[in-house]
């Protein structure tokens, strides 16, 4: 029990560390000592590949940093505590990823910025893993997840001044590792599903015809 609160309590920190670097970083923006396009993700050109890893730290206004800083924390959190062997693979992962993703496929119309695409990969991991595992842990972790953001689709409409491709892309790589991940992490089973199983593999060997020693 100790064990677990201590991992927990480690989530939190992790999750809220991230967020103060993201607050930090946009500090320095508004002092003038980091250059939004500089660290953007700006497709097909050399000088934005520093974006792929940089530009989920920029954000574009405090409006912008402050609709991602509750979803981040939230996300990652719920993350890290349910599929904690595999959590910050899949983090990694959407963020790599998506980010070349965007960088060789969107268009040619401007920089990218914000983590929102790393947003859109963990919810769509969550709700994915619901899907592919269908255990009742990975199934309220989905339920949860689209209550509570389900209005994030309005995300993938193509919209002026939105990053949709970064929220498309994000998504898919989350789907992705849903896929890969579907039976890592798993749940321990409980006594009655045990049970069950046991059952069930009697009443099957029970059917089974014993095969006969006579030539």
């Known amino acids: ?39 953007g993700n700006w497709p097909k050109h050399l000088e934005g590949l ?29 993350l890290m505590n349910a599929y904690p062997r595999i959590a910050i693979f899949v983090l990694v992962f959407v963020h790599i990823v998506s980010g ?20 859109y990969g963990i919810a769509a991991f969550l709700v994915a893993s619901g899907i592919f595992r269908k255990d009742r842990n990975s199934i309220a972790i989905a339920i ?10 309005v995300g993938f409409i193509p919209t002026k001044g939105v990053s949709w491709q970064s929220h498309l892309y994000g998504s898919l790589c989350g789907v992705f590792m849903a896929i890969v991940f579907r039976k890592t992490d ?11 199983a046991e059952e ?6 029970k059917d089974i015809p014993q095969k006969s020693n006579e030539n």
Do not use: C, R
């Open 1 to 39: 029990m100790a064990e677990e609160k201590n991992s927990f309590w480690k989530t939190i920190v992790f999750a809220f560390a991230l967020v103060a670097i993201l607050w930090i970083v946009f500090l320095l923006q508004f002092l003038g000592v980091i250059n939004t396009d500089t660290y």
């Open 50 to 78: 520093k974006g792929i890893i940089f530009s989920p730290f920029i954000h574009g206004s405090f409006e912008h940093l402050i609709s991602n800083t509750l979803p981040i924390l939230v996300l990652l959190t719920v």
């Open 100 to 119: 070349i993703m965007v960088w060789t496929f969107a268009p040619d119309t401007g920089v990218h910025i914000g983590i929102s695409g790393i947003i």
């Open 144 to 153: 949860f997840v689209v209550l509570m953001y389900g209005g994030m689709v």
């Open 186 to 196: 798993l749940p321990e089973p409980t006594e009655v599903e045990l049970e069950k």
């Open 200 to 205: 069930d593999k009697h009443f099957f060997e």
